[in-house]
């Protein structure tokens, strides 16, 4: 969280000084953790949730890549079945995506930004998901961003069974889905349809924002 926060002032160049953590950032950050939005396979809970938390605290701390990150996930929840190198990774990637995002959302908010674009990585590996948002060039606005971002943390994890949580994720967040793709010319030119304002989009995703 405070990571995104200082990829926002570094973007921005504001005078915020994210040594004064404020009284609304440190509630946020306690939210996130009395959560468990991102659950491994298809299962969650408190001791699993304890055991992920403490993982990433170490990668941290401790200067971990992802792929060194990854392989900690994969021995440490080995017990849940033989998940792939790859799932882990993506699933470090995309946990670290998403709260640091959450961070940058609450940098924009602290400068007083209005709404920020998307900063889509473009090469080979590019999504024609991604591609799409990109060829769009939309303006968000960030106060729609924020309802979302708090709505999802609104979420009671501890009282909701997998199934509904999954649900009220996807209600308020979307991923956008390959059939939400418009094409002209064969190229990705749009996405159809509601989908989560800001990254994740889809797994693996590597878009971030900026703000404008």
């Known amino acids: 969280m405070r990571l995104g926060i200082n990829d926002a002032v570094k973007d921005i160049k504001s005078n915020i000084s994210v040594g004064l953590y404020g009284i609304r950032q440190q509630k946020l950050e306690t939210q996130i953790n009395k959560q468990n939005l991102f659950w491994i396979g298809n299962k969650f809970g408190t001791d699993m949730e304890a055991g992920f938390k403490k993982s990433l605290i170490e990668a941290v701390s401790s200067g971990y890549t992802k792929e060194m990150l990854a392989n ?3 021995e440490q929840f080995k017990h849940l079945g033989k998940q792939s190198t790859v799932y882990w990774q993506g699933l470090a990637e995309h946990t670290g995506l998403r709260i640091r995002e ?49 709505s999802l943390l609104s979420i009671d994890t501890t009282k909701s069974e997998l199934a509904e949580v999954k649900e009220q994720t996807k209600k308020i967040a979307p991923w956008v889905s390959e059939k939400q793709i418009r094409y002209e010319n064969d190229k990705p030119v749009g996405v159809n349809g509601d989908h989560t304002p800001f990254p994740p989009f889809h797994w693996k995703c590597r878009t971030t924002t900026v703000v404008v």
């Open 102 to 150: 959450f961070g940058r959302l609450e940098g924009y908010k602290k400068a007083g930004a209005r709404g920020y674009r998307l900063l889509v990585v473009m090469d080979d590996r590019t999504s024609e998901i991604c591609q799409a948002l990109a060829a769009e060039d939309r303006v968000y606005p960030l106060d729609e961003a924020i309802d979302t971002m708090e």
């Open 72 to 74: 900690k996930l994969q």
